[in-house]
């Protein structure tokens, strides 16, 4: 979300604000074209930062949904490049998304299918990396396939893999395609292992309607305050195609209120929910 800023700058801001953990895009696209993971494990360790896992960047040119087998293929070598680098700098897990970002009209009927077979090619990659695969529902305004979690589960089970179990949740397309923001993080349980955060209309978290109680409640309860699993603050805004901002050059003292801001409400939130009483807790309705 902080584009084209200088490395260090969005680490130094994260760690002045009590942030340990960084979620990094996977722009590590070829052998010629990509972030130099030597320079970016140097600047994690000087700011004894960790890497939570690796955003996967997936468009028309990546797409494991694809009716171009040669588009296919660069999908399947993308998630090989994403889960070395992951695992170089010490990430846990790769987002994959079964469609390309952007395009929201399904090519053909056959296009689940097709994904889930590109992504079982890709499944041995996560197997030798020890990289977990985490798939991420979008909603519908984006992407082509998979909206709910009930799709992605029921996407998993089609992949058929043991390497690929894992989901990664976003209240934000939650909020457009769930019922239930709460149902469907618990309905995630042990599989959820990163959770996006933003507010209603996709800004930092106390900006806009979203119960963020309710979501750090269904959050502990599936134990997303574990070790090894993770929260991340995401306030993209509303773009179709949120990739934009990943060539863009942010304003700098707005990314420093965004992020200032939304730790301080998260924390306080977290706060006043682990404070309740179980007289509390017996008023609240999922």
Known sequence: MFGREPFEKSLKRLKKNGINYVELKGDNYTPDLHQDPEQTKKWLEH????????????????????????????AIEYIKRQTEYAQFVGGRYLIVVPSAVGRTIPQDEYELYRSAETLRICAQYFEQSNVIAAIEPIRSAEVSLIHTVEQALAYIKLVNHPAIYYINGDVYHMLCEERNVGEAILSCGDRLINLHVADSNRDGPGKGMMDLDLVIMAAYLVGMNQEGRFITFEPLGPYSNPYVLANSVPDESIMDKLVKESVEYFREREGIVRGLTQSDLSNIVF
Do not use: K, W
């Open 47 to 74: 700011f004894e930062m960790r890497v939570s896992g690796i955003c996967g960047l997936y468009s028309e040119y990546n797409d494991l949904s694809s009716v171009n087998p040669y588009v296919r293929q660069t």
